[in-house]
């Protein structure tokens, strides 16, 4: 590394940059020195916004550019061109000897024409290469002085910091001292854990002589994992609250359902199945019948998914669970035996195995809060839809007729059947309206899952467990006991891991209902028992 700067320095002191595209110093890229061949490459790169500096620089990522007799020539096609100058040369060389990069340098050409789009007019392309740049530097400290001049130019507020922590790493490598210690400073606001290896180095007195240097890098590293910690923090929060979302939608038509008609329904998650298999038939009719309009499928799944699930629901309802009321031993092995019957069916129709089922375009991607932080955008979409559907489950609950018969059967059945409630009908749309959120769950699940026939088994255990610690009935305490499961079991899974959490979770939930049967939120009603 040291002899590579001493070359680069030599290069620069000579003439360097002003004289990049010397015939005689270009014949170094033919050199069987490596060292000799890489100084010649990153005295390319230090004059990388040259046009003929860019022309060669191009000519190398490609593997263009040969040694014919004493000069260094480009074969472009039928022509061949002079390396320096670029004009044709005629009568052109016979049989030149193509010049073979190897790995390292080949990295070391293409982050120089990264760089050089540094200087572009076009702010896309200027906030692209910078991005590339500071995934995969390679080698950085060649480029400084163009990472320099970029940084001198750049007004951009979302460009200038990236370009900051590029020329920061760059000048890690420089001998200035002075210069290495700003670097440190510099990269001491970053949160990326590639900083953070860049740094550790610097601990050590055998990489780093410089002991206020060391001690300004151990600062460095302390203040970037704080950062570090606060992104992998909020990172486990958001995906608890996605799980939370997806065990919301598998819940809120169980506590319907539980609250209303008391049916322990074990079938529950096949309906989040049939769900899923809704939007994977509609992705396959778009693609089928409407190719233009493939990345608005999931929209059209959404009332599918809906209404064929309570379709099940309400025909499982009528032909099996009416006849089993107030025998809950019964009705969950008939339910078992139902949902066996739904798995069996989905194999028959879809197959055993799993089936593609795609994002679409506007659901692809993420918000990048942090360098270690990024928030897809289907996890995103699936929050605002457990949102949305939790509103419309809490109008129709709180502001409809329908809403006001389900409350009345949950408080007190009886009593509702004797002032004219048709208790038998709620049931059934009740029991409809369960199994169609659960398909609306489906549909989100199918963003971020496998779709399969086995698919809703991992779920039915932990819907009834928000069900049961929300509350019976509950839509407050559905919402709250999903969202604190769904966060307590990330955190539990990054500390003991997925088995050890689950069952930790299940320990908690039974202490938690040994203490208060009621759940976080209890009924209200004379005859609630």
């Given at each position: 590394m040291k002899r590579l700067l001493f070359l680069i320095s030599l290069y620069?002191?000579?003439?360097?940059?002003?004289?990049a595209l010397d015939?005689?110093?270009?014949?170094?890229?033919?050199?069987?020195?490596?060292?000799?061949?890489?100084?010649?490459?990153?005295?390319?790169?230090?004059?990388?916004?040259?046009?003929?500096?860019?022309?060669?620089?191009?000519?190398?990522?490609?593997?263009?550019?040969?040694?014919?007799?004493?000069?260094?020539?480009?074969?472009?096609?039928?022509?061949?061109?002079?390396?320096?100058?670029?004009?044709?040369?005629?009568?052109?060389?016979?049989?030149?000897?193509?010049?073979?990069?190897?790995?390292?340098?080949?990295?070391?050409?293409d982050g120089a024409l990264a760089a050089v789009r540094l200087l572009s007019t076009d702010r896309a392309e200027r906030l692209t290469a910078a991005r590339a740049l500071l995934a995969d530097m390679g080698e950085g400290a060649p480029l400084l002085p163009l990472f320099d001049k970029a940084l001198a130019q750049e007004q951009d507020r979302e460009i200038k910091p990236i370009l900051v922590q590029?020329?920061?790493?760059?000048?890690?490598?420089?001998?200035?001292?002075?210069?290495?210690?700003?670097?440190?400073?510099?990269?001491?606001?970053?949160?990326?854990?590639?900083?953070?290896?860049?740094?550790?180095?610097?601990?050590?007195?055998?990489?780093?002589?410089?002991?206020?240097l060391r001690l300004e890098a151990g600062?460095?590293?302390?203040?970037?994992?704080?950062?570090?910690?606060?992104?992998?923090?909020?990172?486990?929060?958001?995906?608890?609250i996605s799980l939370g979302s997806i065990l919301l939608l598998a819940a809120l038509g169980l506590a319907i359902t539980y609250g209303v008609m008391g049916v322990i329904n074990m079938a529950h998650g096949e309906l989040l199945m049939?769900?899923?298999?809704?939007?994977?038939?509609?992705?396959?009719?778009?693609?089928?019948?409407?190719?233009?309009?493939?990345?608005?499928?999931?929209?059209?799944?959404?009332?599918?998914?809906?209404?064929?699930?309570?379709?099940?629901?309400?025909?499982?309802?009528?032909?099996?669970?009416?006849?089993?009321?107030?025998?809950?031993?019964?009705?969950?092995?008939?339910?078992?035996?139902?949902?066996?019957?739904?798995?069996?069916?989905?194999r028959l129709l879809f197959g055993a195995q799993n089936v593609e089922v795609a994002n679409p375009a506007w659901m692809s991607g993420g918000v990048q809060l942090a360098e270690n932080l990024s928030l897809p955008w289907n996890r995103l979409v699936i929050v605002a839809f457990s949102g949305f559907v939790l509103l419309l489950v809490w109008l129709m609950m709180n502001k409809t007729r329908l809403g006001m018969f389900v409350r009345a059967v949950t408080q007190n059945r009886p009593m509702a059947g004797c002032v004219g409630v048709p208790t038998a009908r709620i049931d059934t749309l009740a029991f409809?309206?369960?199994?169609?959120?659960?398909?609306?769950?489906g549909v989100a699940l199918s963003q971020i899952a496998n779709v399969g026939p086995d698919m809703?088994?991992?779920?039915?255990?932990?819907?009834?467990?928000?069900?049961?610690?929300?509350?019976?009935?509950?839509?407050?305490?559905?919402?709250?006991?999903?969202?604190?499961?769904?966060?307590?079991?990330k955190f539990l899974e990054?500390?003991?891991?997925?088995?050890?959490a689950k069952i930790l979770v299940l320990v908690f939930i039974i202490i938690f209902i040994q203490k208060r049967p009621q759940g976080l939120f209890a009924l209200k009603g004379r005859f609630v028992d």
């Open positions: 620069l002191w000579a003439g360097g940059v002003a004289a015939p005689a110093r270009l014949k170094d890229l033919a050199s069987d020195d490596f060292d000799v061949k890489q100084a010649a490459v990153a005295t390319l790169a230090a004059a990388g916004d040259d046009t003929d500096a860019q022309r060669l620089l191009k000519a190398l990522s490609e593997d263009a550019v040969a040694v014919a007799g004493e000069r260094l020539v480009i074969v472009a096609g039928d022509q061949v061109l002079d390396a320096a100058t670029g004009a044709a040369i005629k009568p052109a060389p016979a049989n030149p000897e193509s010049i073979n990069l190897n790995n390292s340098l080949r990295q070391q050409v590029l020329a920061a790493q760059a000048a890690l490598g420089s001998p200035d001292v002075a210069r290495r210690l700003q670097a440190v400073r510099d990269l001491a606001g970053s949160g990326s854990p590639a900083v953070k290896a860049l740094l550790l180095p610097l601990l050590d007195p055998a990489n780093e002589p410089e002991e206020k600062t460095a590293i302390k203040a970037i994992d704080a950062r570090l910690a606060w992104s992998d923090t909020a990172g486990q929060i958001f995906t608890g049939v769900g899923a298999y809704s939007a994977y038939a509609m992705q396959a009719l778009f693609r089928a019948k409407f190719p233009e309009f493939v990345d608005y499928y999931v929209l059209a799944a959404v009332p599918v998914a809906f209404f064929v699930a309570a379709a099940v629901g309400m025909l499982m309802e009528r032909t099996v669970i009416r006849h089993l009321y107030g025998r809950p031993l019964e009705t969950l092995l008939a339910t078992w035996g139902l949902s066996l019957v739904l798995i069996q069916a989905a409809g309206i369960g199994s169609g959120i659960a398909g609306l769950g809703g088994q991992g779920y039915i255990v932990d819907s009834f467990m928000v069900v049961v610690l929300g509350g019976v009935g509950q839509l407050a305490g559905a919402v709250w006991a999903a969202l604190g499961l769904g966060i307590v079991t990054g500390w003991a891991g997925a088995v050890i």
